[in-house]
């Protein structure tokens, strides 16, 4: 028997997306040629792989930031996207998916009814330049979104793409967290509630490290060859994006900390974690912390495999209330 050759996810774009949640739109594989009639610049990079499929360089970071224009253009009708040089370029599939997953989370707590539209208010810790959970959760859901950063640039832009699209202003508010030890002091205001936050914590704990992990990637893409040469992240990323003291064990640590201070004002805090062996330590913190509940909800893109963890300290009584105020009577709130 002759073994057939297996397309490389990473560099041909036909990447195994079956783990996806059921409702991401980026399931199957890219429709190159819709894709370039909503954004005739991606027209510019695509091109035919050794399979003889419609596909990009992934390791080109204008290539990537040219996808996910069109994107977010096509799928979600998002005007004027661009992020500035060096900052990071999510990849959208997998950034729909947490948002998909917390929709659910959302549901289970609601007797199986998603709760949408502006009655649902969401903290993105994190929000970036590319402000891509806003931007997605919005269109997907309709909930409104306060998106924090500690940087003031990405704050900035994240603010010019929001006032680029109608009706985003009215939705997505942004707030520069001036304190950069803190993550939920100084953003949530006092009175405010919040039915979700959401974070992609920074992974690694030093410029080095983030380094080394971007060198991994450059050869997974097929550019083992060009170790010597300094890799290009070809989804950007800079500072407080990918690393922070002690990287994403310890920032998730201090969050949930912090979050304890704000029990009563979010019925749900979450936090990706991408490295398994940081759970452990997470349910210690929030065990400590007294959570009244945990979730860890698992997800998965082909051979990748991460998790949102998810915790409430308010009890049955407290979720009742909640939920009898918020999303039963959404009129009355805000």
Same mark, same amino acid.
């Given at each position: 028997?002759?073994?057939?050759?297996?397309?490389?996810?990473?560099?041909? @774009?036909?990447a195994?997306?079956?783990?996806?949640?059921?409702?991401?739109?980026?399931?199957?594989?890219?429709?190159?040629?819709?894709?370039?009639?909503?954004?005739?610049?991606l027209?510019?990079?695509v091109?035919?792989?050794?399979y003889?499929?419609?596909?990009?360089?992934?390791?080109?970071?204008?290539?990537?930031?040219?996808?996910?224009?069109? $994107?977010l253009?096509?799928?979600?009708?998002?005007?004027?996207?661009?992020?500035?040089?060096?900052?990071?370029?999510?990849?959208?599939?997998?950034?729909?998916?947490? !948002?998909?997953?917390?929709?659910?989370? $959302?549901a289970?707590s609601?007797? @199986?009814?998603l709760p949408?539209?502006?009655?649902?208010?969401?903290?993105?810790?994190?929000?970036?330049?590319n402000a891509v959970?806003? $931007?997605?959760?919005?269109?997907?859901?309709?909930w409104?979104?306060?998106g924090?950063?500690?940087?003031p640039?990405?704050?900035?832009?994240?603010?010019?793409?929001?006032?680029a699209?109608?009706? $985003?202003?009215?939705n997505?508010? !942004?707030?520069?967290?001036?304190?950069?030890?803190a993550?939920?002091? @100084?953003?949530?205001?006092?009175?405010?509630?919040?039915?979700l936050?959401?974070?992609n914590?920074?992974?690694?704990?030093?410029?080095?490290?983030?380094?080394?992990?971007?060198?991994?990637?450059?050869q997974?893409?097929?550019?083992?060859?060009?170790?010597?040469r300094a890799?290009?992240?070809?989804?950007?990323?800079?500072?407080?994006?990918?690393?922070?003291?002690?990287?994403?064990?310890?920032?998730?640590?201090?969050?949930?900390?912090?979050?304890?201070?704000?029990?009563?004002?979010?019925?749900w805090?979450?936090t990706?974690?991408?490295?398994?062996?940081? !759970?452990?330590?997470?349910?210690?913190? !929030?065990?400590?912390?007294?959570? #009244?509940e945990?979730?860890?909800?698992?997800?998965?893109?082909?051979?990748k495999?991460?998790?949102?963890?998810a915790?409430?300290?308010?009890n #049955?009584g407290?979720?009742? #209330?909640?939920?009898?105020?918020y999303?039963?009577?959404?009129?009355?709130?805000?």
């Open positions: 028997m002759t073994a057939t050759k297996p397309k490389p996810s990473a560099v041909s @774009g036909a195994d997306k079956s783990g996806l949640h059921p409702r991401n739109r980026h399931r199957g594989r890219y429709d190159f040629e819709q894709l370039v009639q909503a954004s005739p610049d027209s510019h990079f091109k035919l792989n050794e003889h499929d419609q596909s990009i360089d992934f390791s080109n970071p204008k290539a990537v930031k040219a996808l996910n224009r069109a $994107l253009l096509q799928h979600y009708a998002v005007q004027d996207w661009d992020i500035p040089a060096h900052y990071l370029c999510p990849p959208i599939p997998g950034r729909a998916d947490y !948002l998909h997953y917390i929709a659910d989370l $959302l289970a609601n007797g @199986g009814s949408s539209g502006a009655s649902v208010q969401v903290l993105d810790i994190g929000v970036g330049a959970y806003p $931007l997605i959760g919005h269109r997907e859901y309709g409104r979104f306060v924090s950063d500690i940087d640039v990405a704050i900035a832009n994240a603010q010019r793409i929001v006032d699209n109608a009706g $985003l202003p009215d997505i508010a !942004l707030r520069l967290q001036g304190v950069s030890s993550i939920f002091r @100084g953003v949530i205001r006092p009175g405010e509630a919040f039915d936050t959401l974070c914590p920074p992974f690694h704990a030093s410029p080095e490290a983030a380094s080394q992990g971007s060198r991994r990637k450059w997974n893409l097929g550019k083992g060859s060009e170790r010597d890799p290009v992240l070809n989804f950007g990323g800079q500072g407080a994006e990918l690393y922070c003291e002690g990287g994403e064990a310890a920032f998730v640590t201090r969050m949930i900390n912090e979050s304890a201070q704000y029990a009563s004002q979010c019925y805090f979450t990706l974690i991408s490295k398994e062996a940081n !759970l452990p330590g997470v349910y210690r913190a !929030l065990q400590k912390a007294n959570a #009244a945990v979730k860890t909800l698992e997800m998965a893109q082909g051979q495999k991460s998790r949102v963890v915790w409430t300290f308010l #049955a407290q979720r009742q #209330a909640w939920r009898n105020s999303w039963q009577q959404a009129d009355k709130r805000r």
